[in-house]
């Protein structure tokens, strides 16, 4: 029997923030505020960042590697589209992300918000289809460690 082409993955991160849901809601559906969090980063080029905010909108990241990275120079670009929105509750986004040109994955993360005292608990929930090549399960569950992070220092931002 051949070895699979593709791996699957999934996992939950949870966080709890002393914020209500619809501040937390806020850093998911407001443009600059996500783009902070999510895009913003000292180890590369944001080319394009655009989003449509509603169900059937569209997400679109396209950044370029600095050098002292393992990819100085190479483009990345993170394609997606809001599947269902439920305001300061839900939010499900679907997206294909490339390297250079070539697709490496493809994801469903759901990011749904509970109330938990005067604020609020975060259930991110990463499930992937990894291709050949791609950064796989470990490193795109770290990195979504690092950017959930991110999303609560943004929500602490304004207070």
């Known amino acids: ?80 589209h809001y599947e269902d929105i439920v305001p300061g509750r839900r939010v499900v986004l679907c997206s294909t992300m490339t390297i250079a040109g070539r697709k490496i994955s493809v994801s469903l993360v759901t990011f749904d918000l509970l109330p938990q005292g005067e604020g609020s608990a975060l259930l991110c929930t990463f499930q992937g289809v990894f291709f050949e090549g791609a950064d796989g399960p470990e490193i795109r569950k770290a990195g979504w460690e690092f950017l959930v992070e991110r999303l609560g220092e943004e929500v602490a931002r304004e207070g």
Do not use: Q
């Open 1 to 80: 029997m051949e070895k699979p082409t593709v791996i699957h993955s999934s996992f939950t991160l949870e966080r709890s923030y002393p914020y209500p849901a619809e501040k937390v809601f806020a850093a998911l559906a407001d443009p600059e505020k996500k783009r902070r969090w999510f895009a913003d980063s000292p180890n590369h080029e944001v080319v394009k960042f655009a989003m449509d905010f509603r169900e059937g909108g569209a997400e679109r990241m396209e950044y370029r590697f600095n050098e002292g990275t393992p990819f100085p120079g190479v483009m990345l670009v993170n394609s997606g």
